[in-house]
């Protein structure tokens, strides 16, 4: 096994197979992949900041098994720094009293320790932990478009700004995210906080009525059977125990993508050309930061 040491930010870190391949379709490294969050990490970090991180690791590359990892893992170095809350991931204790003890990432030097065991994708909750480590309510609101084949892309961003009209109606202004999958993931902010349960019944909210006023267009039910040809508008990730993707997080599909902030005019012509919006790579993501810096905190 070749290890390299390194220096990161103060913190000495024993980074190992940097020649292995992660992504065999199109060759992506080790080397490659710590290297892009590296350089994506100035507008990833906030993204991540005070957020419990579930980790998605793909030990032998994506075309190996994968697994979920919550709890920080044994090894885990002393300056990371965790925060333990209840299994359900709610405000509450939970009825057996176990818990999980999540990695926050904070700094570059969490992110690469955290990279350099294949974690490729960085799933968050949509609220966030004080210093001393109390659960917060959440600070903001996600729904996943998830499409039905035959639609797609395409479709998800027609569907992107009725919900955008939406949520617009009840003074949320919403920011748009390729999911870097199928999809697209609207986030709202919640400006003075709520929790989670209030949040999902919301999202729950906007997408029954998108559903009722275009039944052959918006599905927000979650049997899977009934989606194909429409957009699933998927309200359930604002729950306390569940997880999205975060803004800027590789995907562990054959090839690279990343999920993406994007423009409302980037949305717009993906309404209207099939061709207009795409699930951009990870090389397309560093040239759009250099170029464009973080739509969504624009």
């Known amino acids: 096994m070749s290890e390299v040491r ?11 197979n940097l020649d292995k391949v992660l992504y065999p379709r199109i060759g992506t490294t080790k080397g490659e992949v710590l290297n892009y ?34 709890n920080a893992p044994a090894g885990t170095p002393s300056w990371v720094r965790t925060v333990t809350v209840p299994t359900t991931g709610s405000r509450a204790p939970s009825k057996n009293g176990d818990t999980l003890v999540f990695p926050i990432v904070d700094d570059l030097a969490t992110l690469t320790w955290m990279v350099n065991l294949a974690a490729l994708e960085l799933h968050v909750h949509q609220w966030t932990v004080g210093r001393n480590g109390d659960p917060r309510n959440a600070d903001r609101l996600v729904i996943d478009l998830d499409p039905g084949e035959p639609a797609g892309l395409h479709e998800c961003c027609g569907v992107a700004l009725l919900v955008r009209d939406k949520l617009a109606e009840r003074g949320y202004d919403a920011r748009p995210v390729t999911s870097g999958s199928k999809g697209l993931h609207l986030y709202a902010d919640l400006p003075g906080r709520m929790p989670s349960e209030e949040a999902t019944a919301l999202a729950k909210e906007v997408a029954e009525e998108l559903q009722g006023e275009h039944p ?82 624009s």
């Open 37 to 70: 969050y590296a350089r994506v990490s100035p507008v990833l970090l906030p993204h991540l900041k005070d957020r419990a991180v579930t980790r998605i690791r793909w030990p032998h590359g994506v075309q190996g098994d994968s697994f979920f990892e919550k």
């Open 216 to 297: 052959t267009l918006v599905t927000a039910t979650m049997t899977k059977a009934r989606r194909g040809g429409k957009v699933f508008l998927d309200w359930s990730q604002n729950a306390g125990s569940k997880t999205t993707i975060s803004p800027y997080s590789l995907r562990g599909r054959e090839r690279p993508t990343v999920a993406t902030p994007v423009s409302w005019a980037e949305v717009e012509e993906g309404a209207e050309d099939p061709l207009g919006l795409e699930q951009f790579g990870f090389e397309q993501v560093l040239e759009r930061v250099d170029e464009l810096g973080d739509l969504f905190a």
């Open 6 to 16: 390194v220096d990161v930010d103060g913190r000495t870190l024993s980074i190992s």
